[in-house]
C-alpha cells in the first residue's frame, strides 16, 4: 500500500470539504493553467467562482461573511493547491489581508471589506516591500503625510504578490506627520476610487509564471482617517508583527503540499520509466531517494499538523512559526531538486509540472521572511 500523508486533523466534516476544493481545482483551474501561465494572471473571474463556493476566506466568522471555519479549512485548499503545482490564484495572500482586518480593523471595516473579500468580490493584496527594502521594512520610503483633514500617500512598491489583479490593497507607509513622525501604518486602498493608484508592469519571474506580480505606484492619493487600518494611525508595525505567525504557517502549509504533490509525481514516473529494460524504481538508487523523500515528508507532516494545533488554540509564537516557515521550505526545496532529478531531462522541461514546481519552489525561501530573517527570529531566544 502507497504511504499515506494525509493530516492527523482530517475528519468527516473536513474531508467532504476537501472534495469540493478538488473539484473546483480540478475543473476550474488545472485546464487552463497553461493559458494563465502564458496571459501571467489567472484573471478576475475565478477569485469570483471561488467565492461563490465558498473557498475563500474560510476561517473568517459567519458574521462577517466568512466560512466560520478555521486554519484546516485553509490548509486544505493550500495543499490541495500544492498538490497540483498550482500557483496562479494566491488565497493565501488574500487571506492574510483578510486577518489584518478581523485582527485590527475597526467594526466598520470589517464589515465593509470582509464579506467582499469572501465573495471574492475584492482581491487583496498587501504592498509592503520596495526596491530598497525587503525584509527590512524599517527602510522603506513611502510616505503618508497629513494636512489636519487627510493623509496623502506617495511612494512606490514591488514584488506585489495579486498586484495587477488586486482591487483592495493594504499599504504599509512611514508617516510624516507631527503626531507620528517615523512610525508606521497601513492603509487601506481600494484601487478603483483613486486615481494616483497605478500599477507597473507584471514581473517577470523564473517561477510562479500564473501568478500576477506587479509594481505599484501611488501618487498623491488623499485617504481619510477612515481608511487607516483601525483607524489608529502609527500602529503598522504592531499590526504586522502580531499576524506574522499565521503568514508564516501558510508558507510552510504551502511547501508541505507542493512536497506531497512532487514526491506522487515522481513515484508515478518512476514506476512507469523504464531504463535498462526494467522501471526505473526497481533500481535501489531511486527507491532510497524515494525513502528519503518519504522520511521528510512524515516529519514535515508531523511539524505542520502541530503548528495547526497550537494556531486552532491560540498558542503558535512567532520562533515556532518561523522554524516551520525556514525548515519546510527549505526541505520543499531539496526534495524537488530530487524528484527534478528522477525525472532525468524531463525534469528540466517546463511542459512537465515537475519543472515547474521545482521553479516556483524557490521563492518560498524569500517571501514573508528570507531564511536568513527566519534564523534571525528563532535564535533570539537561544
Not at 466560520?68 to 497540483?84: K, P, Q, T, V
Not at 493623509?151 to 489583479?165: A, E, Q, R
Not at 538508487?285 to 523523500?293: K, P
Not at 512537465?352 to 528570507?370: C, E, H, K, W
Request: glycine letters at 10%; hydrophobic letters at 35%.
Amino acid at each position: 500500500m502507497p504511504y499515506d500523508f494525509q493530516p492527523s486533523w482530517l475528519n468527516e466534516e473536513l474531508t467532504t470539504y476537501k472534495n469540493t476544493v478538488e473539484r473546483f481545482l480540478d475543473t476550474e483551474m488545472v485546464p487552463y493553467d497553461e493559458e494563465s501561465r502564458q496571459r501571467g494572471h489567472v484573471g478576475h473571474d475565478i477569485w469570483r467562482r471561488a467565492g461563490q463556493i465558498g473557498i475563500l476566506c474560510t476561517d473568517i466568522p459567519i458574521e462577517y461573511g466568512g466560512g466560520g471555519g478555521d486554519f484546516r479549512h485553509e490548509a486544505i485548499l493550500y495543499e490541495a493547491m500544492g498538490h497540483r503545482g498550482l500557483t496562479g490564484m494566491s488565497p493565501s495572500v488574500h487571506s492574510i489581508v483578510a486577518h489584518y482586518f478581523l485582527n485590527h480593523g475597526t467594526e466598520e471595516q470589517k464589515q465593509q471589506y470582509l464579506p467582499k473579500l469572501a465573495q471574492g468580490e475584492l482581491i487583496g493584496a498587501i504592498a509592503m516591500s520596495e526596491p530598497d527594502a525587503g525584509s527590512d521594512l524599517r527602510g522603506i520610503r513611502t510616505k503618508a503625510t497629513s494636512n489636519g483633514k487627510h493623509f496623502t500617500l506617495n511612494g512606490s512598491k514591488t514584488f506585489i504578490t495579486n498586484g495587477y489583479l488586486a482591487e483592495l490593497v493594504l499599504v504599509f507607509a512611514k508617516m510624516d506627520t507631527t503626531e507620528d513622525h517615523g512610525k508606521f501604518s497601513i492603509f487601506i486602498i481600494e484601487t478603483k476610487k483613486h486615481q494616483g493608484y497605478s500599477v507597473g508592469n507584471r514581473l517577470k519571474k523564473i517561477g510562479l509564471k500564473a501568478q500576477d506580480t506587479s509594481e505599484l505606484f501611488f501618487d498623491n492619493i488623499n485617504l481619510s482617517n477612515r481608511e487607516v487600518l483601525g483607524e489608529t494611525p502609527g500602529r503598522g508595525l504592531y499590526q504586522l508583527m502580531a499576524d506574522l505567525p499565521y503568514e508564516r504557517l501558510l508558507i510552510a502549509d504551502m511547501a508541505m503540499g507542493a512536497m506531497e504533490g512532487a514526491y506522487q509525481l515522481t513515484v508515478e514516473y518512476v514506476r512507469n520509466r523504464a531504463v535498462f529494460g526494467e522501471p526505473l524504481i526497481n533500481k535501489q538508487n531511486t527507491r532510497f531517494v524515494l525513502a528519503n523523500m518519504v522520511a521528510t515528508l512524515k516529519v514535515a507532516r508531523a511539524f505542520v499538523d502541530d503548528c495547526i494545533n497550537k494556531i486552532l488554540t491560540g498558542s503558535l509564537d512567532t520562533e515556532t512559526a518561523s522554524a516551520a516557515k525556514l525548515w519546510l521550505a527549505q526541505q520543499q526545496n531539496l526534495l524537488i531538486d530530487d524528484c527534478v532529478q528522477l525525472h532525468g531531462g524531463y525534469g528540466f522541461m517546463d511542459e512537465y509540472l515537475i519543472g515547474r514546481m521545482f521553479s516556483d519552489a524557490r521563492v518560498q525561501r524569500i517571501y514573508g521572511g528570507t531564511d536568513e530573517i527566519m534564523k534571525e527570529i528563532i535564535s533570539r531566544k537561544l
